[in-house]
């Protein structure tokens, strides 16, 4: 869970509320959105913790390689897939 939370605190303000977003949109097949009740108002710690709730721990890693990549953070993608 540290290593998602240290990528996330690699996003700017902006970035990040971008990365939210996608959390809403249906990203990788057989993995739900979240709603965007549940992500308005997150900060960096809730996302994580949401995502691990929602996805488990394998789940939100890879998704959040999936949304860094549609992002082209393709840098925090890669630091992600090879345990930063």
């Known amino acids: 869970m540290e290593a998602l939370l ?4 690699d996003l700017g303000t902006a970035e990040f509320k971008t990365f939210k977003w996608y ?3 249906p990203v990788l ?3 739900p959105s979240i709603p ?14 949401k995502m691990v ?11 959040t390689v999936a949304v860094l990549k549609k992002m082209n953070q393709n840098s925090l993608a890669f630091k992600l897939e090879n345990g930063i």
């Open 29 to 31: 097949e057989s993995f």
């Open 23 to 25: 959390l809403t949109q």
């Open 6 to 9: 240290t990528i996330l605190e």
């Open 36 to 49: 965007v009740s549940r992500l308005e108002n997150a900060e960096r710690t809730d996302v994580v913790d």
């Open 53 to 63: 709730q929602t996805y488990n721990l394998d789940g939100a890693a890879r998704i």
